[in-house]
């Protein structure tokens, strides 16, 4: 510390702290650079803290940091010392008013002085830490404005060093500026500094606390302690929310200076030269050069559960209609934006918005919304987007700076109008119509800048307001104004004719969009984005896009519900983890709450309309509900549909109607009682007989059974089943054969028995068990062959003892039991070979080669093939044979051979039009895929199995869906695309696991788990192990070689070379005995070379490496086709290279990027 001390006058007490007290003073004569006269500010320690070591510290401490750090923003210390008054610090004083004080009285200050103040107060605390202290006590009140503009950062006391991390607990003073790590109880540091100094420009920009709530600033214990949980989240709204004018710099500035992670923040010194730099400094100029101007802006708007997707085509027509109101001399436009509750309004003119803000010329943006209820003032909702551009609170009266900004931009009597309208105590008459004031202030502000204007609800809105918004429309054209108005569909008007005149009056400017339902691929977009890639994303989004109808804000509701609730938790990266499968996911909250309001709020004659349509669901038409429901008239059922269409109760869907949503219809039959269903059930069942002996359409026959079913007619429905179920087998509907199948036995059930049921409780537990193995149903599969079993042992029929054996094989080799599998099919072939039902005898062969084929008996396999082919009843029948000897033909590595085996099943299957073939070709699809990967062409492997995968989709077909979607994943690493592996991969594994398909469970298991290895995942090795004792449970030796060389490639790459060789040992060993197609064989002998070489076996690997290349020549030379032989050769030897690369991928890709 100096050693003389100045001499000074002190006069008036500045204020009193919890260490001392500071006073005016004036020095007598001049001190080092100050000149007599000369105003200081003198701290003089409190004499009862003289002995208190710590605050003698803390004094000294201020007074070191005072002398050390020197900024012109930073108050000067001049001296610092013993005296006969005890310890004191001498400063220069700094006058003028706190920034407190200036918010106070001036409210939010221009984004210009705003930032000049960032400026200082960044290059002051950049001096204090790089003096090595940190300030500790940033905020309004500690940073002093003089009349010429000077700012300068006060207050001391709270420094520590900046190297103590023991030291420094959050200080028991103000709460409102600490940042999240002092929240949870860390020191402060230099980066919690800049987070209050982020608070601090914040509240001079809007003000309003960046953390702090609705309810005001924090006082009671419960107040602090939610805004404390509030301040650790550390989320708030961009300060362009609240002031609109705000510019996108700003808003990332003050994002950037309030990151939560103290790691992710601008230093002192790094703030002070982004807001000196400014939109062409070298920090905001990176960012758009990275990020793109737009996405800069988008990432300011991360507080909604769920992100932005979708609506491409609507961005770009409000982009257009933007375009031409922005420019100059061109005229205003107006948007008419409709949509129902929760589709997502508000949220694209948000995104819409955020996007323009990037703009060269970016626009004001005013948002608002009419209330349903009436308005509390005339035009109040304009009057909301004045006191927005004001930045004037709620229900607080303009003051002196709030006229000014009127009084510069419209007439006098029109800004004392506004004035008045704005003051909640005003009670008068104003001299100027409110109604003309506020249309010409829109009209003046949109003349001089570009505007958008979103009032959503518009359908909710007054006279007044109507009356306003009609004034602005008639000088459109003098204006560079983008009107947004929303309607809620279904919602009438409350001044229908009002509004019409409206839209008569704009409508040569006007442009109509109407938002419907998130598609498919919107909401995958969104689960890709909030949700983790271990959860199974393709199924969840079909759950989302059934549960929420693809209406975007009741998807966001029951993403959020699944936060609140629990079972969906952050993992590290901030993604959502899922506790629960994604089909008990729940249907959103508001949805059952809105139905029973608006169900009680009907007269009875339209609730019991309701009750009918209901138990109608799927043929709500007019000459259906005549018969059904009589008497009644067309003009009176016509008037019904309209009215409850009007009523958001029905939509049109072509010539019938339908509920607006399922769970509509749901809510409306669980309140009829189950007599009073049986009664309509019966009216409905009858009205579709078949009248006059007309044909009826399989959609008929199945509603018919249903409503049988319902009203309990069991006899009735026994008849219909048989004959629908024969021909829905033809038809290829395997769902609702099960679902009659089970109507029928429940039926049975009920009545008595005789030898006639038993026999068509036989033929119906079939028809259960085969369309239960189609789609993967295990549990209700085991149930119909367990009474088939037992039905059969009673009957002594070899016929159906080989078609119980030949289901119970189907079941076997379903679940990856192709031992029992192989046993129970050879004794279907031997009943059937007894018999002379051909066409049986041609499935159980085919069936069997397939087992034959996955266990490696290839032989056997290719024998029995041929065999199914000669008793093959049918072109269906002989395509399905083809299938098989094709794929015994891809095993044996004849790939030519196989495609034109499966030209040829394709042929016979396209002449086929008696059954449903979807399920057969998605095989064919599949097979091709795989040779087309294997011979190089990854892009026709890909749409060849894109096209299974939505065949066998269509077709109900869960086990080949699975095996499509593990092998589509596989193609898809192929070409570089590991996110949308991974989601197919995931959803493989699953549909595999819930049908107990453990081959596909086995197939998916490497796959992904090659992938997780590749991703450093620790969850690979388990599912690689798990993998690969599947497979050799099942026998699959050969998917058990590959996975065994896969993990023998993971323990090299983790340091473990002697358990890579056992491991890929016992793949050779296993490729000797049973082969392999011949791209894994690569990847199994070429990971052997690869740890011989590390393993110093150099000779080993050399001669194995030989024998490899030579088989490849040899099967190369076999390709009959030069444009094939050519691209096999370059992929098999892309392939090798990648295998043989010490630094190449786990998994070795089989081809070459960009071929064909």
Request: glycine fraction near 8%; include cysteine.
């Amino acid at each position: 510390m100096t050693s003389s001390a100045p001499a000074f006058e002190l006069d008036r007490v500045l204020g009193t702290g919890v260490s001392g007290r500071v006073r005016h003073g004036i020095l007598r004569e001049p001190y080092l650079a100050w000149p007599a006269g000369s105003e200081v500010a003198v701290k003089v320690l409190h004499p009862e803290l003289a002995g208190d070591a710590r605050a003698l510290a803390a004094f000294r401490s201020e007074a070191a940091a005072g002398l050390a750090a020197r900024h012109p923003s930073l108050v000067r210390v001049m001296y610092a010392g013993a005296g006969d008054d005890g310890q004191s610090i001498v400063m220069e004083f700094a006058p003028g008013v706190t920034l407190s004080t200036a918010l106070a009285d001036e409210g939010p200050l221009p984004e210009e002085r705003v930032r000049a103040i960032g400026r200082a107060i960044a290059g002051a605390l950049a001096a204090l830490h790089g003096a090595g202290w940190c300030h500790g006590d940033v905020k309004p009140d500690n940073v002093r404005l003089d009349p010429a503009g000077r700012t300068t950062l006060l207050d001391l006391g709270f420094v520590r060093r900046a190297d103590e991390e023991s030291a420094g607990q959050p200080r028991a003073g103000s709460h409102l500026y600490l940042a999240p790590e002092q929240a949870r109880g860390q020191p402060g540091t230099t980066a919690s500094d800049v987070f209050a100094l982020g608070v601090l420009l914040y509240e001079l920009a809007t003000g309003c606390h960046p953390f702090v709530d609705g309810h005001g600033k924090p006082t009671s214990a419960r107040d602090r302690d939610r805004f404390l949980a509030h301040l650790d989240a550390a989320r708030f709204v961009p300060p362009s929310v609240h002031v609109p004018q705000l510019t996108p710099f700003f808003d990332h500035a003050i994002t950037c200076l309030l990151a939560r992670n103290p790691a992710a923040r601008l230093s002192a010194e790094g703030a002070e030269r982004v807001f000196e730099g400014g939109e062409s400094g070298d920090w905001w100029q990176e960012r758009v050069r990275k990020l793109g101007s737009t996405r800069l802006v988008r990432m300011l708007r991360g507080m909604h559960i769920i992100p932005h997707a979708g609506r491409a085509r609507e961005l770009a027509d409000l982009k257009r209609a933007f375009e031409r109101s922005a420019s100059a001399g061109s005229g205003g436009s107006v948007v008419w934006l409709e949509g129902p509750q929760g589709s997502g309004k508000s949220r694209l003119v948000e995104e819409f918005a955020g996007r323009m803000r990037a703009h060269p010329d970016p626009p004001l943006i005013l948002t608002g919304r009419c209330a349903e209820w009436i308005e509390e003032r005339p035009g109040q909702p304009i009057l909301s987007l004045l006191r927005r551009w004001l930045g004037l609170s709620h229900e607080v009266a303009p003051g002196p700076r709030e006229r000014g900004l009127l009084d510069r931009l419209v007439p006098p009597q029109t800004a004392e109008a506004l004035a008045q309208a704005l003051d909640p105590t005003f009670e008068g008459t104003t001299e100027v119509s409110v109604t003309h004031a506020l249309a010409d202030w829109l009209q003046r502000v949109a003349r001089e800048t570009p505007v958008i204007v979103f009032l959503d609800d518009i359908g909710w809105a007054g006279p007044a307001t109507l009356a306003i918004l009609s004034d602005v429309a008639s000088g459109l054209a003098e204006t560079r104004l983008m009107l947004i108005l929303g309607l809620r569909s279904g919602t009438p008007p409350r001044e229908a004719a009002a509004l019409e005149g409206l839209r008569r009056r704009v409508g040569d400017v006007a442009t109509s969009l109407v938002l419907g339902p998130f598609d498919e691929r919107d909401v995958l977009a969104v689960v890709e984005s909030v949700f983790h890639h271990t959860v199974p994303r393709l199924r969840l989004a079909r759950v989302l896009l059934e549960r929420s109808r693809g209406n975007p804000g009741q998807l966001a509701e029951i993403v959020r519900d699944l936060v609140n609730r629990g079972v969906a938790r952050r993992a590290a990266d901030g993604l959502l983890l899922l506790d629960i499968a994604p089909e008990d996911l729940p249907f959103p909250r508001s949805l059952s709450r809105m139905i029973a309001v608006g169900y009680r709020s009907l007269p009875a004659p339209e609730r019991l309309w309701l009750q009918r349509l209901a138990i109608v669901g799927g043929r709500i038409e007019r000459g259906f509900l005549v018969r059904a429901f009589p008497p009644t008239t067309d003009a009176e059922v016509d008037a019904m549909l309209a009215d409850f269409v009007r009523k958001g109760w029905l939509v049109k869907a072509g010539v019938r109607h339908r509920f607006a949503r399922p769970a509509l219809r749901e809510a409306v039959y669980r309140r009829i009682d189950v007599e009073r269903r049986e009664r309509l059930h019966t009216l409905a069942a009858k009205a579709l007989q078949s009248r006059h002996g007309a044909a009826r359409s399989i959609g008929v026959r199945f509603q018919r059974a249903f409503h049988l079913r319902s009203a309990g007619r069991h006899e009735d429905l026994l008849r219909e089943v048989p004959q629908l179920i024969a021909t829905l087998v033809q038809r290829g509907h395997p769902q609702r054969v099960q679902t009659l199948a089970q109507w029928g036995i429940e039926a049975l059930d009920h009545l008595p028995p005789s030898r006639q049921r038993t026999r068509l409780r036989i033929e119906l537990l079939e028809a259960e068990a085969d369309a239960a193995d189609r789609l993967g149903y295990r549990t209700a599969q085991r149930e119909a062959l367990d009474q088939l079993a037992d039905l059969a042992q009673a009957q002594a029929d070899p016929s159906l003892a080989g078609r119980v054996y030949l289901l119970h094989g189907r079941f076997a080799a379903s679940t990856g039991r192709y031992g029992l599998a192989r046993g129970l099919l050879l004794n279907a072939v031997q009943n059937f070979e007894q018999g002379p039902d051909r066409k049986l005898l041609a499935e159980s062969l085919r069936r069997l080669a397939h087992v034959q084929g996955h266990v490696g008996e290839l032989d056997i396999a290719a024998k029995l093939a041929e065999r199914s082919w000669q008793f093959a009843v049918d072109d269906f029948q002989r395509a399905l044979a083809l299938l098989a000897i094709s794929m015994n033909e891809i095993r044996r590595n004849r790939y030519e051979s196989a495609l034109r085996t499966l030209d040829r099943a394709m042929r016979l299957l396209r002449r086929e039009h008696r059954v449903d073939t979807r399920g057969a070709a998605a095989a064919m699809q599949l097979q091709r895929a795989r040779v087309y990967r294997i011979l190089g062409r990854p892009r026709r492997a890909l749409g060849s199995i894109q096209r299974a995968a939505r065949l066998a989709h269509e077709a109900g077909e869960r086990r080949l869906e699975a095996e499509i979607l593990a092998r589509m994943g596989r193609m898809l690493l192929d070409v570089g695309r590991e996110a949308e592996a991974e989601m197919n991969l995931r959803e493989a594994l699953l549909t595999a696991t819930e049908i107990e398909d453990r081959s596909g469970q086995a197939l998916a298991s490497v796959f992904l788990g090659t992938l997780l290895a590749e991703a450093g995942d620790p969850e690979a090795r388990g599912m690689l192990r798990r993998a690969s004792d599947l497979a050799r449970e099942m026998g699959m030796r050969r998917l058990e070689a590959l996975s065994l060389a896969i993990r023998a490639r993971v323990s090299r790459e983790e340091g473990e070379l002697t358990r890579a060789l056992a491991l890929s040992e016992q793949a050779l060993d296993i490729l000797a005995h049973s082969g392999a197609e011949f791209p894994d064989r690569i990847v199994i002998v070429g990971t052997h070379v690869l740890l011989l070489r590390a393993a110093a076996r150099a000779r080993e690997a050399r001669d194995l490496e030989r024998e490899l290349t030579a088989s490849l020549r040899r099967k190369n030379a076999r390709i009959v086709a030069p444009i094939l032989r050519q691209r096999h050769r370059r992929a098999t030897s892309r392939l090798l290279e990648a295998t043989l690369s010490p630094d190449g991928p786990v998994f070795p890709r089989v081809t070459l990027p960009g071929l064909s």
